[in-house]
């Protein structure tokens, strides 16, 4: 189903596009405080991409495929949506065995995955082998600063 | 020339030198498939060990390492369309189209064909055509970098699949995310808004992981199923090799251009397979095959990638200047074992030069041998559940997202471009142009103020230089070009239409 509305109603593409705009358009209000030369390219790429964004919004180059299709209303949009941001969160808060041993099991569940005898040890294995070949490598991997305050 | 090369190679078969490559390759092919390591890391990591080894030795691990993770990058990208490495971006279009049809086997062969071609020819480059080259490269200045930059963007926004105004749009959201943080020429810090953790650019790293993993474990959260769409494999590594050969001006192509960008510092295996990508896209007699699983898609990017990692050692070695993040370890590596790059180089070491070019043509060939071994059993996770496989993903690319450079910022920036890349792709906007206005912007606005420096603020230097002249004419004529020549056309159809009812009197 395209973006596009037969109502008369913008798309969801215009409606990014326009956002994007908007962007471009405080991204030259803002550079426009700085000395000339860091504030050419900017000004520049600025006023150009509201321009074509702009465009965009009001519904140029929007023909056939352009227009992209409409947003899936479903639940599983939200924990698309949602499930990045609350995993880094845990990541930040509880570190990596933590975050890793809980979000990968509940985010598999939430997505209707059952089989608890392959989830299991796939997750431990991941943590795990992360766990292991990331500090072989001299990374550091994220301790939690919860788990610091707390512990 | 030919019989050094035959020394180097008689030694480099010495069981001592033949297990340090073997392994190389092995750590390179794991670490390079890893989101957020890479080969570079590794180098980094293991360049401290090869002070204690032998010069040849040494070099010869970290050159391994750095082509087989080359290679490595491109296996994450077909199957969850992670480029593992950021040069192996291109690859994810259409190799993880190829792996969504149930191909990733065949995709697997795809990249491993092209690899071996590119690699093989960017090493024959550097050891036959070393001084020729880099005459050529010495002939760029910053005009020129700064007309390539808008050349690459040119060619992304006008071969963008479906609008090229869309592609227009996220280059240049590409080129503004860019110029967060401070300029490397003239030192001011921009759009920092105060945060001292923004004064350093925003890595294209976290970019590439928010754009490609994140943002495609968004779609596999929305539908049910596996990557492979058909729930099973089909096709055979084998048939991959086979349909590399189909395309022999693609891999020409590719070779060309990989070579070219290899023996100019600075401009980077990404750029190179970026443009392939797209030229390949813009030649193609049906377009609409790309991203849809176009061998060409995977060919050209892999071929290009894997040719500019090799030829990039040729300003390395004969100037001095790395061509590449690689580069500049193994010219550290040089350097402390006591070796000075140059044309003494070649004369003064012959034994070591010679054999540490007969060690990359046969840690080319350890690759292939090991990837036709293991890689067609990594192709089974196509065919996982995607409730299952999207939270592994998840946890594994955030985690390299933090491996980058172990700031949280890199994660939060992963998660961002995440979000804002499932949403451009759900309405059509494609991401490859954020990526080429990322990738080069940096390089545009540094050649753009250098070339300012060199003519004393006049502009007319792009135009008084016939390389950059030439390459900013090429940028007009491919924007501009196709509508001009449609009007045209339009106009002389309307005169011959003319001319005909003059001819064609009236009967009385």
Known sequence: ?151 | MLSLLVDGLLLVLHWEYLSVILVSTFLGLWIGAIPGLGPVMAMAILFPFTFTMEPLTGLLMLATIHTAGTYGGSISAILINVPGEPAAAATTFDGYALARRGMARMALGLSLTASFFGGLAGVAALILAAQPLVHFALRFGPPEYFALAVLGLCVVAVASRGSTLKGLVMGCVGLAVGFVGTDAVLGYPRFTFGFIELEAKIGLVPVLIGLFAVAELMHLMLRRGAIAEAGALTGRLIDGIRTTFAYPLTILRGLSAGIFVGIIPGIGAVTASLLVYTMEKRLARDPSRFGNGAPEGVIGPEVSNNACISAALIPTLTLGIPGSSGAALLLVAITVHGLRPGPLLFTGSPELIYGFFAGLLVGILAFVLLALLIMRWFAVITVLPTSLLAPLLLALSLVGAYAYDQDFLSVIYAVLFGIFGFVARQYGFPVIGLVMGLVLGSMAETAFHQSLQMSAGSYLIFLQRPLSTSILVACGVLLFGPALWFYLRQALFRLRGAGADKTEKPQP
């Open chain 1, 1 to 151: 189903m395209p973006a596009g509305s037969d109502q008369g109603r913008p798309g969801g593409d215009q409606i990014l596009a326009g956002l994007i705009a908007l962007l471009f358009i405080g991204m030259v209000l803002v550079a426009s405080g700085y000395p000339s030369e860091p504030r050419l390219l900017p000004s520049i790429i600025g006023v150009a991409g509201a321009i074509l964004a702009g465009a965009v919004a009001l519904g140029f180059g929007r023909e056939g495929e352009a227009a992209g299709t409409a947003m899936p209303r479903t639940p599983r949009l939200a924990l698309a949506l949602f499930a990045p941001p609350l995993y880094a969160v845990s990541l930040w808060l509880l570190g990596h065995w933590v975050a890793n041993l809980m979000a990968i099991p509940v985010i598999a569940l939430l997505l209707g995955y059952r089989r608890l005898v392959v989830l299991v040890p796939v997750t431990l294995a991941l943590t795990v082998a992360i766990g292991v070949i990331f500090p072989l490598l001299h990374i550091r991997l994220p301790t939690g600063r919860l788990l610091r305050l707390l512990f």
